[in-house]
Structure formats: structure tokens, C-alpha cells
């Protein structure tokens, strides 16, 4: 049975007290621990060794939003995932469409940082989507493909147990405009059957595929109850306890 994930990316959000203020109220509301999904935060990297003391005791999993491909270096401004893995990192966003977009990412950069990741013993959620312009073109499966087949060049099977997909239109982050669960789903099967295609169908039934781009509490239910998509990256909805915490629960 593959995991289904919910994953929050906090982005450039919240602060020191913000961390605390916001990790508290996620434990305030946490029951008892359910072995059907799991919980991850990623929270900006100054934030990272704070948060990993205040989920210490839950059963919360920790992530990071980037990382470089190297593990050290005179590379100013970057984080290396040996640092990462060194502070209690599990999860590495990469391929985020807002480092494509203002940072210039690409697919085989990102494919190095992948590939980096996982030699650090980093769990890589690569975020792959088409713009507005792409879908309305209908070129929505060419780049989904080109993503999955540039991004994930030279990962082999074994690599693929420890990779997660977001599926993420870009046309969804941030606007308030969620795909519809028809529509989040035909991507999603595409996805899997390409997965299969390339790595046989073991691998594709165990990957783990969110979806991410406007999730709220309110379409969550309908999103994750479709047969190929296993839980979501949330955004916006994740930087208030309640609304994450509701679509955990979802
Ligand atoms: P959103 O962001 O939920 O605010 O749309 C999702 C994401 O960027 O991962």
C-alpha cells in the first residue's frame, strides 16, 4: 500500500515566533497518531532546527524547500543536503515551479539536486505542472513527461522507492483556482503509467503522487478520494493550524 503524504511548504513565511506559534497550535490539535498517512512540514531552512525540536515528540516528519547539488563548497547563499540530512532533514521540495520560475531552475539542474538528495539519504518531493498557457495549448502531457523523464534521468528503481511526485499546475498555486479532481486525476494516472512505463508497475502502484496548488479544507476530500492521488502539497492552507490540520484530516 503506498503512503499518502501531506506535505506543508511554508515558502518564505513565518518567522521565529511564527514557527513556534504555528508548530504549537498543529500540536494542540493532533490526536492520536494514524498509521494511514503521513505528516510532513517544511518550514524556510533558519526555521529547520527549531521546528525539529518542537515535533520531537510527534509523529511529524521534517522537510526542506531546496537544496543545492553539492555537499559543500564556496557556494554562498546555498544549503547543502548533507547539512540538511545532518539536522534531522527527511524531505527536500525540489522542482518547485517558483524556482523554475525566479530562480531559473531547470530540469537538469533539478535532476542533479535529485540525485544529490538521495545520495544524502534525503527524500526528494519533485514538483513537477504545466503553466496556463501549456494546458491551454494542451501541451499538459508533453510537459509533464519531459519533466518526469528530463528530472528523473539516471534514478534507478531502487532510488524510486525514496522519490515522491507533486503534481502541481502551475496555474493552481496561489490563485485560489484548484484543478478539479477530474482534472488532478487524468494527470495524475498519466504520471503513474509513465512511472510504469519506465519502471515497471510495482514501482508506479508504490510511488506516492500528491497534489498540490490550492488545496483547501473545504476541496481536500474530493481531491485525495480519487484512486491516484495520495495526499497533497499545500501551500497558503498550511500556514494556519486549523485549515492544515482539516485537510490532514481529510
Ligand atoms: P498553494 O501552494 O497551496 O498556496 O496553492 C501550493 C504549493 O506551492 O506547493
Known sequence: MRKKIVAGNWKMYKDKNGTIELISSIKLLMNESSPKREVVIC???LSIDLAKELI????IHLGAQNCYFKNEGAFTGEVSPQMLKSFGV???ILGHSERRTYFNEYNSLINKKI???LENGLKPIYCIGETLAEREDNKTFNVVNEQIVEGLEGITKEQMKDIVIAYEPVWAIGTGKT???AQAEEVHQFIRELIGKIYGTET????TIQYGGSVKPENAADLFSQPN?????IGGACLKADSFWA???A
Do not use: M, Q, R, S
Open 247 to 249: 485537510i490532514v484530516n
Open 229 to 233: 492521488i495520495d495526499g497533497g502539497l
Open 90 to 92: 527527511e524531505y527536500v
Open 204 to 207: 508506479a502502484e508504490e510511488l
Open 43 to 45: 518550514p524556510p531552512f
Open 56 to 59: 520531537k515528540d510527534t509523529d
Open 115 to 117: 540525485k544529490a538528495a
Open 179 to 181: 484543478a478539479t479532481p
